[in-house]
């Protein structure tokens, strides 16, 4: 019986029994099944981008904490795993096969869910097959081989020769390259190309769509660290820009025209000006690290009648002089 290919390593099952979580409640909480669950957390399952950042919410992890590092005692357990699944699939044959089904495939021009509803398959079924992760029966061969307009014995005959012509090597090469990388985002190991691996792609895609929460309210004023341990959806106007983040307001400070339960973006990278709604930090923004606390406020950009450009806030009324002020560019209500 073959065995699933890892196709994600991840630290999932780690942070769920260091936060104290059964598998049930994760399953639960991600409206997902415990069997679905379970395969994430072995990394025989991918993830679309909604459920990593919903895991991610319900763990309390940021979305690099899910990924393996090459440091991580894990790191060497999975490369052994990978490589073992990898020889137990070639050595049955069902990567050969797989791969020889695939080369047919594209060379028909037929799309995966194309091929999979010609052969009377599901999308998933056809898919394993594809990739070596499951055997075909017999009864399964006579349909799949006449969708490509082939016997069953010319079909295989055919794989036969792609894989002795060496034209299957590079796909089959293709899934080898796991076993050199632990898909540890933006952190190209042995001369792999990451971007190409799912677990980069998956990490980038969702990365775009976060932004981080610089700022939450305290006392009179917000607190701002420009750390990326809390971060959120971004609107779909702000996805994939860089230099956006997010603050809370202190809508006592704002006479209430915001309410407590918002989220507004600033550009780090476009500064405000006279007329805009600005986050005003009393500390410079570019030397600012994850370890230090600055103070902010939401302001009204002004200018004095000697051109000096200021904050305004309410409830008292103040005028405050920061050393940085980002233009806020769109306010969201939760």
Same mark, same amino acid.
Request: proline share 4%; glycine share 6%; with cysteine.
């Given at each position: /019986?073959?065995?699933?290919?890892?196709?994600?390593?991840?630290?999932?099952?780690?942070?769920?029994?260091?936060?104290?979580?059964? /598998?049930?409640?994760?399953?639960?909480?991600? $409206?997902?099944?415990?069997?679905?669950? +379970?395969?994430?957390?072995?990394?025989?399952?991918?993830? $679309?981008?909604?459920?990593?950042?919903?895991?991610?919410?319900?763990?309390?992890?940021?979305?690099?904490?899910?990924?393996? @590092?090459?440091?991580?005692?894990?790191?060497?357990?999975?490369?052994?795993? #990978?490589?073992?699944?990898?020889?137990?699939?070639?050595?049955?044959?069902?990567?050969?096969?797989?791969?020889?089904?695939?080369?047919?495939?594209?060379?028909?021009?037929?799309?995966?869910?194309?091929?999979?509803?010609?052969?009377? /398959?599901?999308?998933?079924?056809?898919?394993?097959?594809?990739?070596?992760?499951?055997?075909?029966?017999?009864?399964?061969?006579?349909?799949?081989?006449?969708?490509?307009?082939?016997?069953?014995?010319?079909?295989?005959? @055919?794989?036969?020769?792609?894989?002795?012509?060496?034209?299957?090597?590079?796909?089959?090469?293709?899934?080898?390259?796991?076993?050199?990388?632990?898909?540890?985002?933006?952190?190209? /190991?042995?001369?792999?190309?990451?971007?190409?691996?799912?677990?980069?792609?998956?990490?980038?895609?969702?990365?775009?769509?976060?932004?981080?929460?610089?700022?939450?309210?305290?006392?009179?004023?917000?607190?701002? @660290?420009?750390?990326?341990?809390?971060?959120?959806?971004?609107?779909?106007?702000?996805?994939?820009?860089?230099?956006?983040?997010?603050?809370?307001?202190?809508?006592?400070?704002?006479?209430?025209? #915001?309410?407590?339960?918002?989220?507004?973006?600033?550009?780090?990278?476009?500064?405000?000006?006279?007329?805009?709604?600005?986050?005003? #930090?009393?500390?410079?923004?570019?030397?600012?690290? +994850?370890?230090?606390?600055?103070?902010?406020?939401?302001?009204?950009?002004?200018?004095? +009648?000697?051109?000096?450009?200021?904050?305004?806030?309410?409830?008292?009324?103040?005028?405050?002089?920061?050393?940085?002020?980002? @233009?806020?560019?769109?306010?969201?209500?939760?």
């Amino acid at each position: /019986m073959a065995q699933e290919e890892i196709i994600f390593p991840n630290n999932i099952r780690n942070i769920r029994l260091a936060n104290g979580m059964k /598998m049930t409640e994760l399953a639960r909480q991600a $409206n997902l099944s415990l069997s679905a669950v +379970s395969k994430i957390e072995k990394g025989v399952r991918r993830l $679309n981008q909604k459920q990593l950042l919903n895991i991610c919410n319900i763990l309390g992890c940021k979305l690099s904490d899910i990924f393996i @590092k090459e440091s991580d005692d894990v790191a060497e357990q999975w490369q052994s795993e #990978i490589k073992r699944r990898l020889n137990d699939n070639e050595d049955s044959g069902l990567k050969i096969f797989g791969s020889g089904l695939r080369k047919i495939r594209q060379q028909s021009g037929k799309t995966i869910a194309q091929a999979a509803k010609d052969a009377g /398959m599901t999308l998933s079924v056809y898919h394993k097959i594809e990739v070596g992760q499951r055997e075909i029966y017999q009864n399964e061969i006579e349909p799949l081989a006449e969708s490509f307009a082939y016997t069953a014995q010319t079909l295989l005959d @055919k794989i036969a020769s792609l894989y002795k012509s060496g034209e299957l090597n590079k796909q089959i090469n293709k899934v080898k390259e796991r076993v050199k990388s632990v898909l540890v985002p933006g952190n190209p /190991m042995s001369g792999i190309d990451h971007s190409s691996l799912y677990g980069a792609k998956l990490y980038d895609s969702a990365r775009k769509k976060l932004v981080p929460v610089f700022g939450m309210p305290s006392g009179k004023s917000i607190a701002f @660290k420009k750390s990326d341990k809390t971060m959120i959806v971004a609107p779909m106007p702000l996805e994939g820009h860089k230099g956006i983040y997010a603050v809370m307001p202190n809508s006592k400070r704002l006479g209430g025209f #915001i309410p407590e339960k918002a989220y507004l973006f600033a550009d780090s990278e476009t500064p405000a000006s006279v007329g805009d709604l600005a986050v005003c #930090i009393d500390a410079d923004f570019n030397t600012l690290d +994850s370890n230090d606390t600055a103070n902010a406020q939401i302001v009204s950009v002004r200018q004095d +009648s000697k051109g000096k450009v200021y904050g305004q806030i309410s409830s008292p009324e103040e005028k405050i002089i920061g050393k940085t002020m980002h @233009k806020i560019v769109m306010i969201v209500m939760e």
